[in-house]
């Protein structure tokens, strides 16, 4: 079951939530590392790591242009929602329904994110506008486990 979130606008930012009952029943750590399979031509991996609190890529093309994807646990306590925060200064907002996934779409003149839960995680994909969105939707739709990663912290 996919854990439900909540979004809270404030100014320059929005907040992500969980419902706590749900969350509960989620890691309270990075168990399993799940990273893009597929990223468009001409980026090149820069960054890549995974520890018990998050995983970060990121990949830029030649002229400075990023696609930054995270992956970090849940949390069942509200207090820590700040903790799950998406710029959107600007930013128009809508759902997407992929792959089976709710998916909140953020995007501006500048930049384009994906926020989104699955039962154990919290994901956000952001990419430069000048990935198209049906890139975007591949490197979404790329997204599998990485059975090679290790998990910095993990015992």
Same mark, same amino acid.
């Given at each position: 079951e996919?854990?439900?979130?909540?979004?809270r606008?404030?100014?320059t930012?929005?907040a992500?939530?969980?419902? !706590?009952?749900?969350?509960?029943?989620?890691?309270?750590?990075?168990?399993?590392?799940?990273? !893009?399979?597929?990223? !468009?031509?001409?980026?090149?991996?820069?960054?890549?790591?995974?520890?018990?609190?998050?995983?970060?890529?990121?990949?830029?093309?030649?002229?400075?242009?990023?696609?930054?994807?995270?992956?970090?646990?849940?949390?069942d306590?509200?207090?820590?929602s700040?903790?799950?925060?998406v710029?959107?200064?600007?930013?128009?907002?809508?759902?997407?329904y992929?792959?089976?996934?709710?998916?909140?779409?953020?995007?501006?003149?500048?930049?384009?994110?994906?926020?989104?839960?699955?039962h154990?995680y919290?994901?956000d994909?952001?990419?430069?506008?000048?990935?198209p969105?049906n890139?975007?939707?591949?490197?979404f739709?790329?997204?599998?486990?990485?059975?090679?990663?290790?998990?910095e912290?993990?015992?």
């Amino acid at each position: 079951e996919v854990i439900r979130f909540f979004i809270r606008e404030q100014g320059t930012h929005i907040a992500v939530a969980f419902d !706590p009952k749900q969350a509960a029943n989620a890691p309270e750590c990075i168990e399993t590392v799940y990273v !893009p399979t597929y990223v !468009p031509e001409g980026y090149q991996e820069d960054t890549r790591s995974a520890s018990t609190s998050a995983v970060c890529a990121i990949w830029h093309d030649d002229s400075g242009n990023s696609i930054v994807y995270h992956q970090l646990p849940v949390s069942d306590d509200p207090s820590k929602s700040d903790q799950y925060g998406v710029h959107s200064e600007g930013a128009k907002m809508q759902m997407l329904y992929l792959n089976g996934y709710r998916i909140l779409s953020i995007y501006d003149d500048n930049v384009a994110s994906y926020v989104w839960t699955d039962h154990e995680y919290f994901y956000d994909l952001s990419c430069c506008n000048t990935v198209p969105q049906n890139e975007m939707m591949r490197i979404f739709a790329s997204i599998a486990v990485d059975e090679d990663a290790a998990i910095e912290g993990a015992q």
